[in-house]
């Protein structure tokens, strides 16, 4: 079992930066993949990014290239989505989540979830 504890969102003004936090615990990771994932209200649930923890290959959707960039700190067991530049189009509940597989990392097919922060941009 893996338990995953996302924090760091909040409020912030567009342009602004936010980094979240994801604090995983449970069974080994080394050929696991770490993804960041957004639900706005209404739409569905999107990738955002993901990283492999073994090698620490990253992946980004479109819209967050250049602005946002994840990383993993294997000691602690942790993966970062650092934010910049924030636009209002950002706001969404942003979710961690891990599979114990490197394939279809831009789907929603992952095998953990957190419970997901709330990030607001306003305008």
């Known amino acids: 079992q893996v338990q995953l504890v996302e924090s760091g969102g909040g409020l912030v003004q567009a342009g602004g930066s936010l980094r979240l936090s994801c604090a995983a615990s449970?069974?080994?990771?080394?050929?696991?993949?770490m993804g960041w994932f957004r639900q706005a209200p209404g739409k569905e649930r999107e990738f955002v990014a993901a990283i492999r923890w073994s090698g620490g290959n990253t992946y980004y959707a479109a819209s967050v290239k250049g602005r946002f960039t994840i990383s993993r700190d294997i000691a602690k067991n942790t993966v970062y989505l650092q934010m910049n530049n924030l636009k209002p189009e950002d706001t969404a509940v942003y979710y961690c989540?891990?599979?114990?597989?490197?394939?279809?990392?831009?789907?929603?097919?992952?095998?953990?979830w957190g419970q997901g922060t709330q990030v607001t941009v306003s305008s």
């Open positions: 449970g069974r080994p990771f080394s050929s696991y993949t």
């Open positions: 989540a891990t599979k114990r597989s490197t394939l279809l990392i831009y789907t929603t097919e992952y095998d953990y």
